[in-house]
């Protein structure tokens, strides 16, 4: 018996084979701009087909599917509303991969998925009120509250990214202004080493500076931080939780350590909320993979 998890992120896809969610068989991925956007439901199957063949695993083995993608979805229909990066919006993405694989298929936000993975199985296993804020290509979030997802009325409870933290800020793809992921994000210090410094480097390449003492890119992980403790004590001090769990693939590139970040937590946030604590997540930049993989064995199980 084994499942697989899909993780359609902000630049890549992933996917793993597993028996547990945890246990990944094998795991391949692709850049989803070689795959076109909009990716078309049939690149996608034809993406898991070929990966399965590839592993030489009979697809009469695999007995769910699940999904997790950077968008706002209807889970209960498997429904993607709008996901931008992709380029998906009112497509019945379940229906459709059922239709094509003739197993169960979830789809969920890829955010929900990472929150889920660390509440079961991870870091936030102890916890029964926390956030989870996923840091990579943008920023997303999901608030675990009494040990369920907070989903919100329209399924788009997690999007801590456009949080605003700066009146008449940088322009945003959200078509608003001042949005943290425009400046805590991986595309964010990008956008702020253009900004501020006219360069256009990539996030490794800002990261590498940084670790080498460079003044500038000091500057920008600094300006990130700064607004990203903006945007979380907003949070913390609204909510009133256990903790925030850190995750997400470019969490451990911008913010090696939290130590400055809850520096910053402990000068913001209202004082009767403390003690504040911030965790990494257990799994990363694989948490979402994992919480995929999770609710392809929940639904078989
Ligand atoms: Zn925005």
Redesign the pocket.
Known sequence: MAVIGIDIGGTKIRMAISDTPTNFLCQSEARISDLGIPISVDVLSNFIREKIKKENIPFSKIQAIGVSVAAVVNRQQGFVKIGENVGWENVPLAKQLEEEFGIPIIVDTDVFCGAAAESTLGNGIDLDNFLYIAIGTGIGHAFVLNREIFRGLHDAASAF??LKVCIGGAK?????RG?V??YSSGEGISRLSNEFFKKKVSMKEIVHAYLCGEEWAKQVIKEASDKLALAISQAYTLFDIECVILGGGALSDIYPNLDYLAELLEQMVYPKVRPIILRKGKYGGNSQLVGATLFALDAIS
Not at 172 to 176: A, I, K, L
Request: a neutral charge; proline letters at 0%; glycine letters at 20%.
């Open positions: 990214g456009h945003c793809y959200c078509g608003q949005c992921c425009q």
